[in-house]
């Protein structure tokens, strides 16, 4: 019994002391995950999630410059028939050509008649200004 005493004599003081530094240890177990990261680490984790946070601003960014350049073409989206108007147009290019060829020829005959009207004239004048 003496024995038991004893031992209850020396843990007394340890008891004490538990309860003395109850609150300061229920406030670091609280704030116990704070301290698993090194500050460095928790900075790295900042820096992670500011760039991830930047470039997903810089898509929706993109995403908004799209969108403003396709405003004024935004009529277009009413187009249903736009496949075959295209088409029509391709098949007016064959026809414009073909009626172009003979007005460049007609073209180039009349400059060259300019040319050889040209010529005399100056021969004329010179002949009229020799008499």
Same mark, same amino acid.
């Given at each position: ?11 007394? +003081?340890?008891?004490?002391? &538990?309860? $003395?530094?109850?609150?300061? $240890?229920?406030?670091?177990?609280? &704030? ?6 090194? +500050? /460095? ?7 992670? $999630? ?18 403003? /350049? ?6 277009? &989206? ?15 290019? +064959? ?6 060829? +003979? ?10 008649? &300019?040319?050889?009207? /040209? ?10 200004? $020799?008499?």
């Amino acid at each position: 019994m003496k024995r038991l005493e004893d031992t209850l004599a020396t843990l007394a +003081p340890a008891a004490l002391e &538990l309860t $003395r530094v109850r609150d300061a $240890r229920q406030t670091l177990t609280a &704030l116990l995950d704070a301290l698993r990261f090194a +500050p /460095e680490a928790a900075e790295d984790a900042d820096n992670g $999630r500011q760039a991830e946070l930047e470039r997903e601003r810089d898509h929706w960014f993109r995403i908004r410059e799209s969108i403003r /350049e396709l405003e004024p073409v935004r009529h277009a &989206l009413s187009f249903s028939d736009a496949e075959e108007a295209l088409a029509g147009q391709n098949a007016l290019l +064959p026809a414009l050509e073909a009626e172009l060829a +003979p007005l460049d020829a007609a073209l180039k005959t009349g400059q060259e008649a &300019l040319a050889q009207a /040209e010529a005399s004239w100056e021969e004329l004048t010179t002949a009229a200004q $020799r008499a």
